[in-house]
């Protein structure tokens, strides 16, 4: 069962529940996910950012934004509108899918992994966090990677505080630290 139609007919009435709200409009959802990479250690070595491009999209499913930069800073070697990062904002039924490839697949791969954080919260129910090696998804293939990047992924909900933002992820058997 995809994640999506988990939230539609089992999660949604149990946090509706839980939460003892009487508006299921006022139920917590997720909103959108926003992954993230720097390239600026691909920019220094020279090397071309198409191998990033090519495991963003394997990753994610989409294709990604180049992020260039606003201004130039000489110590860094960086000059106005040399790409810097790239970005995607994943919604709807690819934003579930990653959500649960992260879940059941990435996640367990991760070293010495004890689970995510819990304090990285806003205040305002979205949850950011970060995963060091983007060879934790099983759609890179290992031979063809030149160097592993880390990725910077926010899920953003529409809880109005952490407390409900966090059951709401427990829902989705989102693998919080102990």
């Not at 299921?24 to 990033?52: C, F, M, R, W």
């Not at 995963?131 to 926010?154: A, M, N, R, S, W």
């Amino acid at each position: 069962m995809s994640f999506q139609k988990l939230y539609r007919e089992k999660t949604h009435s149990a946090l509706q529940k839980e939460l003892g709200l009487k508006n299921p409009h006022a139920v917590p959802k997720l909103q959108k996910i926003v992954v993230n990479a720097g390239i600026g250690t691909y920019l220094a070595g020279e090397k071309d950012h198409s191998t990033v491009l090519k495991a963003f999209e394997l990753i994610t499913g989409q294709k990604p934004v180049i992020n260039k930069s606003r201004f130039s800073i000489s110590n860094f070697k960086l000059r106005k509108g040399m790409p810097v990062g790239v970005s995607v904002t994943l919604r709807r039924k690819q934003m579930y899918d990653f959500l649960e490839r992260l879940v059941t697949y990435a996640a367990p791969r991760v070293r010495d992994f004890r689970g995510f954080p819990k304090k990285s919260f806003d205040g305002r129910g979205n949850y950011s966090f970060g995963i060091k090696e983007h060879l934790v998804f099983p759609e890179i293939p290992q031979d063809e990677v030149v160097k592993p990047f880390g990725l910077q992924i926010t899920i953003a909900t529409s809880a109005s505080n952490d407390e409900d933002a966090k059951k709401l992820l427990q829902s989705f058997h989102f693998p919080f630290s102990a």
